[in-house]
């Protein structure tokens, strides 16, 4: 099968920085896979010149076999790509039934048709499944400001899930949340993983979550790509080891 | 349950705006009619600040434009109809042009290009004197005619004013229930987060500045038959202060926000008046500790209010969780 997304000798400097140098990869339908690398290594940077909210100097980014280069990042959602971002990205001032909904209506009709359709664009019941699914329910009518920390990054998560993506890109989900908290969102990823096929690249920190969640990681190191392959083979990699996990 | 509470409270409403001009002199009238409309300019002010979060410093320059394109078309023998829709598209248009520097600046550089612009019109007005009269402004406005009724009297005027004012709130209710609301709020609260779940938040940027500007122009459109003779002081810098004040005094972001604020802005400073050379300081010091203590405006005041007399117990979440570990 086709990759869902391929990444092509990009390239973004900032100044007389290469945060991201050359980096060529693809990510195959269902796949999980992780990327990882110390701090500065170009992986947000990566991350937000695939999602259009950083224009690459070269290279081509592609979802599904499109070329999606430097198209915006609404557009790209409207194509299939879900993402999750390192700081909390909730609305702190909508409900969580309101920011689930928020997350799919804009996939519902047009424009105009949804001015004159239902206030809910006929997606309550699939945001409450989506809330039942990340073990929110209780939480349903709360304004999402006033969640415990590790409940946004739930919520986060299902936003990011709502309008059925078929790539989501997790920015260090597991950032910042407690392991109960973790154990539960690392179970609902690869429960959604396994119902809906749908392929994640995860940025993390963690590395007992990245190497428990993904089936493939890719590290980086100064914008470069220094290594790739299963958890087992990273863990077990000199240069990897030298670069970022230490002796 | 609570929509049927919803409902009588809103019919309650409308039936003291019907029996609140009754038996009052022309003056209370004319205030009430004030109050109705420069509501109507606070609530599309209240679309583009309070639900859109985009500052705008420009709503009484959009009266403005409402205000002379109704005067010079019903001056010129048209009915106040054409003027006022006429008004209206032509605030939709400029607001909609307002909005492309929100695409590229925010905040108080944002406040200052919207105040530059309400200068600009303010100059315009007061400069070309074959279209606004300049200095001298326009006069003798006719108030429209409905269905053969006249308005020239004041209490037809207040329940023409309280008909468009109810469909204009009928209108607004409905963009702020849509999904285009909630999309709003989202641009309000997050906008990079929010393109990145397929709002288009430049489109909805300049939507927001077009609607509120279009609120602002109905307001002139009422303004110009109520008073029956605009200058370009009518509109200068202070009135968009003014219609801020409403918005922010009532509850930004509310939809009965700007009602309650206009009420504290126009008719307030009435009832201080038996404090002689005393009410505008005493006005400023409420306006002072209202904001300080509750800068969610009056609605935010109820509902704190609310809270402290029924509290909610809230169980957290995580602790049945946390007891498992």
């Not at chain 1, 209506?105 to 048709?113: A, D, L, S």
Request: glycine share 12%.
């Amino acid at each position: 099968m086709p990759p869902v997304l391929t990444v092509r000798d990009l390239s973004k400097a900032f100044g007389a920085i290469r945060a991201v140098d050359g980096v060529s990869f693809d990510v195959h339908p269902g796949e999980i896979l992780g990327l990882i690398g110390p701090n500065g290594s170009g992986k947000s940077t990566l991350f937000n010149c695939i999602l259009g909210q950083l224009a690459p100097d070269t290279g081509r980014v592609e979802v599904n076999g499109r070329d999606v280069s430097g198209r915006r990042a609404c557009d790209l959602n409207k194509l299939g790509v879900g993402r999750t971002f390192q700081q909390l990205s909730v609305f702190p001032q909508m409900t969580v039934l309101d920011n689930i909904i928020v997350a799919g209506q804009e996939h519902r009709g047009t424009m105009i048709g949804r001015l004159f359709g239902a206030p809910d664009a006929g997606l309550t019941a699939e945001a409450d499944r989506m809330i039942e699914f990340f073990r929110l329910s209780h939480l349903r009518d709360e304004m999402a400001g006033s969640l415990s920390y590790g409940q946004q990054k739930l919520v986060d998560a299902a936003m990011a899930f709502m309008a059925g993506p078929s790539l989501v890109l997790l920015d260090e989900p597991a950032g910042g949340v407690n392991l109960t908290m973790l154990a539960n969102l690392k179970d609902r990823l690869v429960a959604y993983n396994r119902e809906h096929a749908t392929t994640f690249v995860v940025i993390e920190h963690n590395m007992e979550f990245v190497m428990a969640l993904c089936s493939r990681i890719i590290v980086l190191a100064e914008g470069r790509v220094i290594a790739e392959g299963t958890p087992e083979e990273i863990r077990s990699n000199q240069t990897v080891i030298d670069a970022y996990l230490g002796g | 349950m609570r929509g049927t509470l919803r409902i009588v409270f809103l019919l309650l409403g409308l039936g003291v705006l019907v029996v609140a001009p009754l038996g009052q002199g022309n003056y209370v009238i004319y205030l009430l009619c004030s109050w109705l409309i420069f509501t109507i300019a606070a609530m599309g002010l209240n679309l583009t600040l309070g639900y859109a979060g985009q500052i705008s410093l420009a709503q009484a320059s959009f009266m403005a434009i409402g205000a002379y394109t109704t005067a010079i078309v019903t001056l010129a023998g048209w009915p106040w109809v054409v003027g006022m829709l006429l008004g209206v598209v032509e605030c939709l248009i400029v607001g909609l042009l307002l909005g492309f520097p929100a695409l590229r600046v925010k905040g108080h550089f944002l406040a200052f290009v919207t105040l530059a612009f309400n200068v600009l019109v303010f100059l315009v007005s007061r400069n070309e004197e074959w279209l606004t009269g300049g200095i001298y402004g326009l006069s003798g406005m006719p108030r429209p005619s409905v269905l053969g009724f006249s308005t020239m009297k004041q209490l037809p005027f207040y329940y023409f004013t309280l008909f468009v004012f109810v469909v204009f709130a009928a209108l607004m209710y409905g963009i702020i229930r849509s999904p285009w609301g909630r999309a709003f709020k989202a641009l309000r609260e997050n906008p990079i987060r929010a393109e990145s779940l397929g709002v288009d938040t430049r489109r909805l940027t300049l939507l927001a500045f077009a609607i509120g500007s279009a609120g602002g122009g109905l307001a002139g459109a009422l303004v110009s038959p109520l008073v029956q003779y605009i200058d370009p002081t009518s509109f200068a810098f202070g009135h968009s202060l003014r219609i801020l004040l409403m918005v922010v005094v009532g509850g930004s972001g509310y939809f009965f926000g700007p009602m309650l604020g206009a009420a504290i802005v126009i008719l307030m400073p009435e009832f201080l008046r038996f404090t002689e050379g005393y009410y505008l300081m005493i006005y400023a010091v409420l306006v002072i500790v209202l904001m300080v203590y509750c800068p969610s405006g009056l609605i935010g005041l109820g509902a704190k209010l609310r809270d402290l007399v029924r509290r909610k117990p809230v169980e957290r979440g995580d602790l049945k969780a946390g007891a498992q570990l």
